[in-house]
């Protein structure tokens, strides 16, 4: 099994720009295909962005396309979220995962796809 943690959040103002990384210890990144998550208060888990295994496909939720970029670099055994133009709405506890079961372009969308999951880390958005 692999084991996920996150870094890189924070407190940024509208507009600004964070980079979360996820660093995976156990077994080897290139076996798990990745995605990130958040989730806000009184809301439910969300996918934002994946990312199959040699990082040729991706995904993004709608509310980020063109904002947010997904990331890997196996050699280095991380996962990345590159967050731009963040949003007050953009605010939650983001999550690393990683997943075995993905589709025909090599993503995992559904969350129930996803085996192992970090510990989050917060971001926070102010106006």
């Known amino acids: 099994q692999v084991q996920l943690v996150e870094s890189g959040g924070g407190l940024v103002q509208a507009g600004g720009s964070l980079r979360l990384s996820c660093a995976a210890s156990g077994r080897t990144l290139r076996s798990y295909a990745m995605g990130w998550f958040r989730q806000a208060p009184g809301k439910e888990r969300e996918l934002v962005a994946a990312?199959?295994?040699?990082?040729?496909?991706?995904y993004y939720a709608q509310s980020v396309k063109g904002r947010f970029f997904i990331s890997r670099d196996n050699a280095d055994e991380r996962a990345y979220l590159q967050m731009n133009i963040l949003k007050p709405e953009d605010t939650a506890v983001y999550y690393c995962?990683?997943?075995?079961?993905?589709?025909?372009?090599?993503?995992?969308?559904?969350?129930?796809?996803?085996?192992?999951w970090g510990q989050g880390t917060q971001v926070t958005v102010s106006s």
């Open positions: 995962a990683a997943s075995t079961r993905v589709g025909v372009v090599g993503v995992a969308i559904a969350q129930s796809n996803y085996d192992y």
């Open positions: 990312i199959s295994w040699i990082g040729s496909n991706t």
